[in-house]
């Protein structure tokens, strides 16, 4: 069975840096495709950014050159780091695995204002 646990969500004041975690239990993450989604109040949960192979990496163009999605083989994790933080990035943020995509954890709530 997959599990997702998100962490490292907080407010952060605009043009800062945050870096979110997803420990992931039930498979490997060397061995599976993982995505990083975001979902405001009212909206679609849209994709932020994804990574294949353990290196392959996308990412949706609103975050392109400032937000790197990494695996951390050894702690079983996949990490968003997030840079230059705008408000427009305020959500909640999830991490699925895409052979699995009826399973998402909790979210972690990201917060960018001053």
């Known amino acids: 069975q997959v599990r997702l646990v998100e962490s490292g969500g907080t407010l952060v004041q605009p043009g800062g840096s945050l870096t979110l975690s997803c420990q992931v239990s039930?498979?490997?993450?060397?061995?599976?495709?993982m995505d990083w989604y975001r979902q405001t109040p009212g909206k679609e949960r849209e994709f932020v950014a994804g990574?294949?192979?353990?290196?392959?990496?996308s990412y949706a163009d609103s975050v392109k050159g400032r937000f790197t999605i990494s695996i951390d083989n050894t702690k079983n994790t996949v990490d968003l780091q997030m840079n230059n933080l705008k408000p427009e990035d305020s959500a909640v943020y999830y991490c699925?695995?895409?052979?699995?995509?009826?399973?998402w954890g909790q979210g972690t709530q990201v917060t960018v204002s001053s």
């Open positions: 039930g498979v490997r993450v060397r061995n599976h495709n």
């Open positions: 699925n695995v895409p052979l699995y995509p009826n399973t």
């Open positions: 990574i294949a192979n353990g290196w392959a990496t």
